[in-house]
């Protein structure tokens, strides 16, 4: 099993950055790709970005150029830095490690709230 614990959400202004971290623990060796997942209410979770094992990339469209995605396998951590923060960025943003295609691990979610 894996463990994920995410950190780094919080209350920021429109235009700034944070920088939210997801620590894995557990059989983290099986571990194949992470992403980040948003959720706001009355919405559906959604794919914000995406990283594989051999460091291949995607983002939603809506996240392209202010958002990237990393990970430090040594560390066994995911990275998301988000710059040029807008209100409709906010949301729960959800870490989640995938073991194989039908078989994957969620943390328990950060706010991550922009203010106007």
């Known amino acids: 099993q894996v463990q994920l614990v995410e950190s780094g959400g919080g209350l920021v202004q429109a235009g700034g950055s944070l920088r939210l971290s997801c620590a894995a623990s557990?059989?983290?060796?099986?571990?194949?790709?992470m992403g980040w997942y948003r959720q706001s209410p009355g919405k559906q979770r959604e794919l914000v970005a995406r990283?594989?094992?051999?460091?291949?990339?995607n983002y939603a469209d809506s996240v392209k150029g202010r958002f990237t995605i990393s990970r430090d396998n040594a560390k066994n951590t995911a990275y998301l830095q988000m710059n040029s923060l807008k209100p409709e960025d906010t949301a729960a943003y959800y870490c989640?490690?995938?073991?194989?295609?039908?078989?994957?691990?969620w943390g328990q979610g950060t706010q991550v709230t922009v203010s106007s």
């Open positions: 989640k490690a995938e073991v194989s295609w039908v078989v994957s691990y």
């Open positions: 557990g059989s983290t060796s099986s571990i194949r790709a």
């Open positions: 990283i594989s094992s051999d460091g291949t990339t």
